[in-house]
C-alpha cells in the first residue's frame, strides 16, 4: 500500500491551461505539505496544511491554490500555468506531535512539464 | 535554523564505506540533524536523524561530535543501488516547521 500517492505522476500542458495533482495519504498524518524541486534539483516548501488549516504558505504565485477536504488529502491546482512552473511537485505528511523519529513522508512525485 | 553545507557529489566503488560530512556551525541547542536520501524520479526518504554522538540503524550510522557543528552520514558497505542525492537537514524535534533542504550530496557508486 502507497503511504502517500499522487495524481497523476506525469503531466504535460499548454501554457494558460489550468491543471490539478492530487494527494492521498493512509498514514493517518494530521499535516500535508507540497514541495516543488525544480530542474537544478533544488527542493523548496510551498504550503503546508495541519488539520485541513493552512499552517504554512511560502512565497508562492496566487495561481497555486492548495485545497485539503479532510486531513488525508492535499491538492493543488495551478491557474494559468507558465512555462516556469515546469517542475516536480512532491507532496508529503507528517504526524504533529509524534515522536519525529520516522520524518516526513513523501510521494513519488508529479512531473508538470509546461510547453 | 541553521544552514548546511555538504560536497556536492562522491564517487565510491561497491562494498567501501561512504561517509558524507555535513557542516551546520549555527546549530541551535535544540536542533536535531536529519538526512534524507532521493533516488532519480522519487521522493526524499528519510534516513536517520541524532542529536548527539551515535545513532545506527539497518540502513546508516550518524555520528555528530560533542559540539554538534558537523556531522557524519557513514554508509556501510554501499552498492549500486545506494547512488542517490543524500540530503543533511536541521530541524526542530516538534512543532510545525519546513523542511529547508540544500544541494544535496550526489553519491554515485561505480561496480
Known amino acids: 500500500d502507497t503511504a502517500v500517492s499522487q495524481t497523476p505522476k506525469y503531466l504535460v500542458t499548454q501554457m494558460g491551461n489550468d491543471k490539478s495533482i492530487k494527494c492521498e495519504q493512509n498514514l493517518g498524518h494530521d499535516t500535508m505539505y507540497w514541495y516543488k524541486q525544480d530542474s537544478k534539483k533544488f527542493l523548496k516548501i510551498m504550503f503546508s496544511y495541519n488539520n485541513k488549516e493552512l499552517i504554512i504558505n511560502e512565497t508562492v504565485p496566487n495561481r497555486f491554490s492548495p485545497k485539503s477536504p479532510d486531513k488525508a488529502h492535499l491538492n493543488l491546482h495551478i491557474n494559468s500555468l507558465e512555462l516556469g512552473d515546469s517542475a516536480v511537485y512532491f507532496c508529503a505528511s507528517s504526524q504533529e506531535g509524534q515522536k519525529f523519529n520516522y520524518g516526513y513522508t513523501f510521494g513519488s512525485g508529479t512531473r508538470l512539464t509546461v510547453v | 535554523l541553521a544552514k548546511t553545507t555538504q560536497p556536492i557529489s562522491m564517487d565510491s566503488y561497491e562494498g567501501q564505506e561512504v561517509n558524507i560530512t555535513c557542516s551546520h556551525n549555527?546549530?541551535?541547542?535544540?536542533?536535531?540533524i536529519t538526512w534524507y536520501q532521493q533516488f532519480p524520479s522519487q521522493g526524499p526518504r528519510f534516513i536517520i536523524q541524532?542529536?548527539?554522538t551515535k545513532v545506527t540503524n539497518e540502513v546508516a550510522s550518524l555520528f555528530i561530535p560533542a559540539d554538534r557543528k558537523s556531522s557524519t552520514l557513514s554508509l556501510p558497505r554501499v552498492s549500486l543501488s545506494d547512488t542517490a542525492v543524500y540530503y543533511c537537514l536541521v530541524v526542530l524535534p516538534t512543532g510545525f516547521q519546513k523542511l529547508v533542504f540544500g544541494t544535496g550530496t550526489r553519491l554515485l557508486v561505480s561496480p
Open positions: 541524532g542529536y548527539k
Open positions: 549555527n546549530i541551535a541547542t535544540n536542533d536535531y
